[in-house]
């Protein structure tokens, strides 16, 4: 028996509106070796966020049903584990967009279209795993 431990992966949220998407930020995630539940709509991604008590959530803004801020107001206000780094990930660059995003408690801001590495990078950082040496 080894004594090194695997290490655990991590648990990422994410909600994600657009169905191809959310299917590739999930597969590159997964591959990275992070564990993924996934949620189209606001109120599901709020559900599996109580289920799954997830380490890091990615929150599109545009959702159809309430918006990525909204979700990030009420991770903050109901827990259940109100730390859980947010990332928020959009289209809308205009700094009253990104503003609003710090503001409601995200932890980054990421601007659509990304690099996947750049995302996991942000990611890694947001859970405090970043051991690059700068």
Request: with cysteine; glycine share 8%.
């Amino acid at each position: 028996m080894s004594t090194m431990a695997k290490p655990i992966s991590k648990k990422v949220l994410v909600v994600e509106d657009e169905t191809d998407f959310r299917d590739m930020i999930t597969h590159f995630l997964e591959h990275a070796g992070y564990q993924v539940a996934a949620a189209g709509n606001g109120e599901d991604g709020l559900a599996l966020y109580r289920q799954t008590s997830p380490d890091v959530v990615i929150l599109d803004v545009n959702l159809p049903d309430m918006s990525g801020f909204d979700i990030c107001r009420r991770i903050r206000k109901e827990g259940p584990r109100p730390e859980t780094p947010v990332l928020i990930c959009t289209v809308h660059s205009e700094v009253s967009g990104v503003a609003e995003g710090l503001d409601c408690g995200a932890t980054d801001y990421v601007l659509k279209p990304f690099q996947v590495p750049d995302l996991i990078e942000r990611l890694r950082r947001a859970l405090g795993q970043d051991d690059d040496t700068e």
